[in-house]
């Protein structure tokens, strides 16, 4: 599986300059708002569908804000233009071609959160490619920078992904290894990773993977969930899973409406 753009490369200076976001959807805590978590939505989706899905859970304490990713051809598919988070990388150790793209998602969402009240607590989560983009964000979150040098702004408390994968994981381990403030974010923050063993879209053995090189390099809180005989979809035992975790890391006060 490939998200590479052989036109597009590392990024164009016009994709670069034509890179908007589609529409941001926002679901409302029901109860006292404790938390804040952006969720990113997969290849060709959009930030309504994840509200839809997210609305229905018993996570009456946290606000849910749901992007759209901007619209780019896309190689996988034919260089069709859809919803992407970034156009880059096989799912391999190599960091995604497409870097600039994902470190200007990764960007657009942090600055989602750094708008969130003080004593909210923060995270983020996401389905397939839109998971590979929130574990990114925990490297950032950890190293206390984005690639580029520029300062990651936002404490994270929590990361979630599902049927994702963890882009340029070959250079994790060096680069949190490198920092004793790096290794110490890392160890603080939760990870939930849940991956279907019959995933035909992004394998299971990627979400192993991401789990075993985050694990590797110090991210000591992080849980990895397989399921038996589930596809690249979502189902509702893994939703509660999310569900009971999120209450748990993030000390939410219930997760009954």
């Given at each position: 599986?490939?998200?590479?753009?052989?036109?597009?490369?590392?990024?164009?200076?016009?994709?670069?300059?034509?890179?908007?976001?589609?529409?941001?959807?926002?679901?409302?805590?029901?109860?006292?708002?404790?938390?804040?978590?952006?969720?990113l939505h997969g290849l060709g989706d959009n930030g309504s569908s994840s509200s839809q899905?997210?609305?229905?859970?018993?996570?009456?304490?946290?606000?849910?804000?749901?992007?759209?990713?901007?619209?780019?051809?896309?190689?996988?598919?034919?260089?069709?233009?859809?919803?992407?988070?970034?156009?880059?990388?096989?799912?391999?150790?190599?960091?995604?071609?497409?870097?600039?793209?994902?470190?200007?998602?990764?960007?657009?969402?942090?600055?989602?959160?750094?708008?969130?009240?003080?004593?909210?607590?923060?995270?983020?989560?996401?389905?397939?490619?839109?998971?590979?983009?929130?574990?990114?964000?925990?490297?950032?979150?950890?190293?206390?920078?984005?690639?580029?040098?520029?300062?990651?702004?936002?404490?994270?408390?929590?990361?979630?992904?599902?049927?994702?994968?963890?882009?340029?994981?070959?250079?994790?381990?060096?680069?949190i290894e490198g920092s004793h403030e790096a290794a110490r974010c890392a160890a603080s923050?939760?990870?939930?990773?849940?991956?279907?063993?019959?995933?035909?879209?992004?394998?299971?053995?990627?979400?192993?993977?991401?789990?075993?090189?985050?694990?590797?390099a110090g991210f000591r809180n992080l849980q990895f969930k397989a399921y038996e005989g589930?596809?690249?979809?979502?189902?509702?035992?893994?939703?509660?899973?999310?569900?009971?975790?999120?209450?748990?890391?993030?000390?939410?006060?219930?997760?009954?409406?």
């Amino acid at each position: 599986m490939s998200y590479i753009n052989p036109s597009m490369g590392s990024g164009s200076r016009t994709a670069r300059r034509t890179m908007e976001f589609g529409r941001t959807y926002v679901v409302r805590p029901k109860g006292k708002h404790q938390a804040t978590m952006v969720w990113l939505h997969g290849l060709g989706d959009n930030g309504s569908s994840s509200s839809q899905l997210l609305e229905s859970l018993a996570l009456p304490n946290i606000k849910w804000i749901c992007p759209t990713a901007p619209t780019r051809p896309v190689a996988i598919l034919g260089g069709f233009a859809c919803t992407a988070w970034f156009d880059g990388g096989e799912l391999s150790e190599d960091t995604t071609s497409d870097l600039e793209s994902l470190e200007a998602s990764v960007a657009h969402i942090a600055n989602l959160l750094s708008t969130e009240p003080a004593d909210v607590k923060l995270g983020i989560g996401g389905f397939s490619m839109g998971a590979a983009t929130a574990l990114y964000s925990a490297t950032c979150f950890a190293q206390g920078k984005y690639g580029n040098g520029n300062p990651y702004p936002v404490n994270l408390r929590a990361v979630i992904g599902l049927s994702g994968w963890l882009p340029g994981s070959r250079n994790v381990r060096n680069k949190i290894e490198g920092s004793h403030e790096a290794a110490r974010c890392a160890a603080s923050l939760p990870i939930l990773l849940c991956h279907g063993k019959c995933d035909e879209v992004v394998p299971y053995r990627y979400g192993e993977r991401a789990s075993y090189v985050l694990s590797s390099a110090g991210f000591r809180n992080l849980q990895f969930k397989a399921y038996e005989g589930i596809g690249h979809y979502t189902v509702p035992r893994e939703m509660d899973e999310v569900c009971n975790w999120l209450t748990a890391r993030l000390g939410l006060e219930g997760s009954r409406r």
